[in-house]
């Protein structure tokens, strides 16, 4: 009797060191700290890939003045946003074999010295091919940076602490495009377009340069990876082909809509559907049999991880493409000024800012599953109240509604790619990175096509711009956009659900 009550005392102080030990494991994981140098670096190339979207918005809502100073049309000044984009997502496939190969501090040195000299070409340049020919530096900055940020998040990040973080380097990819038209119009108002370049290069000398020298570290070994051009090549044709049948496309639909000839643009837009989605194909065809391939896409064979990444590409369709739509239904229905309909995606932006870091914190206490659904439930009402009242909407109710939408868009984006990076193994997280910022260009660069192309239609044969039935024709136009970005949001969610559904199943067999 006496063995039996000693056995049980010691099994009881046993169990209650084990639960001791556990609690006092999971408090020092939740007190992990965050170095000061690793915020530092965040903020040093984080604020380089933040320019780099900036800029990329404002150009847009400087147009007009574009097209007087260089004496261009429509058509042609698109290429400034365009042949942005095409390098941005082109650059994107190289970050894994760059993060592989070079050292952070290079890589940051490499971006800082593409920014600024493609601000000072922006500043002194008078000819259109010449600032055609500094979008294209800009965009492989950028293209070097964003992803470059992620990964040192994903690598220096204390585990506990990898959501929050995140949510911070979300910042850049949610809030950039949205406040871009608002900086566009106040700029283009009271100063000269070139001066958003000039005000950008002492940000980049003073700020990001000083903090990413003394902040950015190397915390992995490179490898002697090595570059397959051919597979490079490959990519490259399949995004820029991709990217210019969206372009074309629209321009034939709305050319056709509208009376005036589209076979041009219709064969441009077919020929560069073939030459991209032949290139794809080969690439991953090649990446097989690769010893060594550009991009490792193995980890894709999860389905988990794959509807994560279809649902990553997808939202960006409405989050980037809410920008051109908001300031163009307010120019083009309600009237507002360029200045006021930039300024009505503020408030949104502002509540990204915001919620992004609170989504990450959620995350890494709650996990993936109430965040990430929560979030997009809630940012589906957006574009559903902005359907219902889309034929009486004035400039509160437009920004309003939209806020709605950017809270929780900023609440969950984020942890889609955190908690699709973290089902894969460390080895594929430059690899996975590479891919999720390719599909985010991408997806940002169609959703401007797609919607730009709906209101299109939508005007066509309805008068001259500013007439009643010109407004009303485009508030039409606007309700047949909100109703598109409900069904994308909507097969969003249900890859979310599918993927958690998959998760939970693993989880019950362990």
């Keep these: 009797m006496e063995e039996r009550n000693i056995t049980t005392t010691t099994a009881a102080t046993e169990s209650q060191a ?17 170095p000061g140098k690793l915020i530092g670096a965040i903020v040093a190339v984080g604020s380089l890939a933040f320019i780099g979207i900036l800029t990329e918005t404002v150009m847009t809502v400087l147009f007009p003045q574009l097209m007087r100073e260089f004496n261009v049309d429509t058509a042609t000044v698109q290429w400034i ?30 971006a800082v010295a593409l920014a600024v000299l493609g601000s000072l070409i922006m500043i002194v340049g008078h000819a259109f091919p010449v600032i055609l020919i500094a979008r294209v530096i800009q965009g492989m900055g950028s293209g070097v940076a964003t992803p470059l940020m992620i990964n040192i998040i994903l690598e220096q990040s204390p585990k506990s602490k990898v959501g929050r973080l995140m949510g911070v380097g979300s910042l850049v990819i949610t809030v950039a495009p949205a406040i871009g038209p608002t900086v566009g119009g106040a700029v283009s108002s009271i100063l000269p377009w070139r001066a958003i370049f000039v005000i950008v290069i002492p940000i980049i000398l003073l700020v990001s ?39 074309q496309a629209g321009v034939a639909v709305s050319a056709a809509v509208s009376g005036g000839s589209a076979t041009v643009s219709a064969v441009f837009a077919g020929v560069s559907l073939i030459v991209g989605l032949g290139a794809l194909l080969f690439f991953g065809w090649s990446s097989k049999r690769s010893f060594s391939p550009l991009i490792r896409l193995g980890w894709l064979r999860d389905p988990m991880v794959l509807l994560h990444l279809i649902a990553y590409m997808l939202l960006p369709i409405v989050g980037i493409g809410f920008g051109y739509v908001i300031t163009n239904v307010a120019q083009l229905s309600l009237g507002t000024s ?98 999720f910022n390719t599909c985010l260009q991408f997806g940002g660069a169609a959703g401007t096509a797609l919607f730009s192309t709906i209101l299109s239609v939508a005007q066509a044969g309805a008068g001259e711009e500013g007439s009643t039935t010109f407004r009303h024709a485009t508030a039409v136009g606007g309700s047949w956009t909100f109703a598109t970005m409900i069904g994308i949001v909507a097969i969003a969610i249900c890859c979310l659900i599918a993927a958690f559904r998959i998760g939970a199943k693993r989880n019950s067999r362990l």
């Design 209 to 247: 340069l000083p903090v990413g020298l003394k902040c950015v570290e190397q915390h992995r070994p490179t490898e002697e990876a090595r570059l397959n051009s051919l597979q490079f090549v490959s990519i490259v044709l399949a995004l820029c082909g991709l990217v210019m049948f969206l372009n």
């Design 81 to 110: 946003t365009t042949i942005y984009l095409l390098v941005v997502a082109a650059t994107m496939p190289l970050s894994s074999y760059l993060n592989r190969r070079f050292k952070h501090r290079t890589l940051f040195l490499a």
């Design 338 to 435: 360029a200045f006021l309909s930039g300024a009505l995606v503020l408030p949104g932006a502002l509540i990204g800012a915001f919620f992004a870091p609170v989504g990450g914190m959620l995350y890494d206490r709650f996990g993936p599953v109430r965040p990430i659904l929560g979030a997009f439930f809630a940012a589906i009402c957006g574009p559903i109240l902005l359907l219902v009242f889309s034929m009486r909407l004035t400039p509160v109710t437009l920004a309003g509604f939209y806020f709605i939408f950017g809270f929780g868009y900023s609440l969950g984006f984020s942890n889609i790619m955190t908690n699709a990076l973290r089902n894969i193994a460390p080895q594929f997280m430059p690899d996975g990175n590479a891919v």
């Design 18 to 34: 084990i639960t001791t030990n556990a609690g006092t494991q999971e408090a020092a994981i939740s007190d992990e700290r965050i």
